[in-house]
């Protein structure tokens, strides 16, 4: 009997590539006819050997590395030249796979930002099918200006650092120009340039699976009906709850074990994500804040790659030397500094009340999943829409800020981020009442009878239908 394959091609970031591999999972246990083999593109910095280990219906193929000589400096999610550059790569492997007869190709499921493998696929008479990592809201906005540049003549330009709004289907509210992604103004083609190429190509698909799930999302989702879109499922909450922390054990133990002498409900944890990082002043103004609010905190504090290398943050050797004189004596009772942070761990844990976070999706499921209340402090991608959205939208985070943008230069104040801290920890607000509420239903969308779970039936229907 032959294997229905299908080919899975992440972008090879964690945020990407944790919930594809969790999405193939579960693709596998609702129908054992599928077999998927999922490329893994080399990308130049981070390591991702932790979560490509194969088992009998789901293998990793690493593709070779090439070399890309697009000159960038930050790890962009958004460099065409590297995606463009695998593609030969994945038609070889491709080739490689089919040779055998047990193998029926049923298509290609592709990250929404590696959509030049559409063109692969065609090559191989093979549907494609979509895969976004992001909330349907980004998803809708992305489109949304694709169609009003293509067609309307948008000048992006207008809305840079503006409180001109922008009515998009997919948002509740009008969008303020400067929540809009930093990237949008980018003239470069890893900025709008090649997200409008993501988004043309994407309406080519068969399917679009989105990492959300409609009770969370309804006004977005509903925004995609009668469209001219392919169809759009969303599958989620699609979440890596398993918490292995290898090489960091001991931290992760120390961490955890501070966390276990906290009361409930009484720490607030700050973690801004794999490229979140701040400069002294800021880092000043942060402690500052936390040490006024007087809350307890757990906070994740990482520091900047050198200028000009591509990478992640990485931890201070020596932490005491961008925080406040005596800051770590006085707070030595109510808080914790840490480098890396094992966040599923910490937010499933009982001690946390509050998350500042960089309102990275992944991270924002995170939270709704564990009914953590949010205050948003976006930092780059589309965390800004995030932030947006979950405050005016969606009432279920709390701002610091929404509009930050790293590359302007703007220091939120230690008062900013007082007032901020202090509201994210109100014990009685309708925040923390709606996140419970919305925890309790994103238990429920993924089990049969659940909508996510439906979703995920009928796009195994479309696949099934479409096989070639």
Known sequence: MKQTELVFIPVPIISHLSPTVEIAKLL?????????????????????????????SIRFVTLPPVEISSGATTPSPFMPEFIKAQTLLVRDAVHELTRSNSVRLAGFVI???????????DEFGAPSYLFSTSSAASLGFLLHLQFLHDYEGLNLDEFKDSDAE???????????????????????????AGLMYHMRRLRQAKGVMVNTFIELESHAIQSFSGSTLPPVYPVGPILNTRTRFGEDQQNASDIMSWLDDQPPSSVVFLCFGGMGSFGADQIKEIANGLERSGHRFLWSLRQAPPKGKMAFSRDYENIEEVLPDGFLHRTARIGKIIGWAPQVAVLAHTAV??????????????????????ATWPIYAEQQINAFQM?????????????????????VNAHEIENGLKNLMSINSEVRKKMNEMQQISRRVIIDGGSSHSFLGHFIENVMTNIP
């Not at 400067?178 to 709008?192: E, R, T």
């Open 28 to 56: 596998t246990q609702r129908d054992p006819r599928f077999s998927i083999t999922i490329f893994i593109m080399k990308f130049p910095f981070g390591s991702i050997d932790s979560m490509t280990t194969d088992s009998d």
């Open 111 to 121: 990250d929404a930002l590696c959509t030049h493998m559409i063109d692969v696929a």
């Open 166 to 192: 922008l009515q998009v289907p997919s948002c509740a509210n009008s969008v303020p120009g400067k929540v809009f992604p930093p990237m949008i103004f980018d003239k470069g083609v890893d900025g709008a």
């Open 353 to 374: 009340g509050g998350f500042v976070s960089h309102c990275g999706w992944n991270s924002l499921l995170e939270s709704i999943w564990y009914g953590v209340p949010v």
């Open 391 to 411: 405050v005016k939208d969606l009432g279920l985070a709390v701002e610091i800020k929404i509009d930050y943008n790293k590359d302007n230069n703007y220091i």
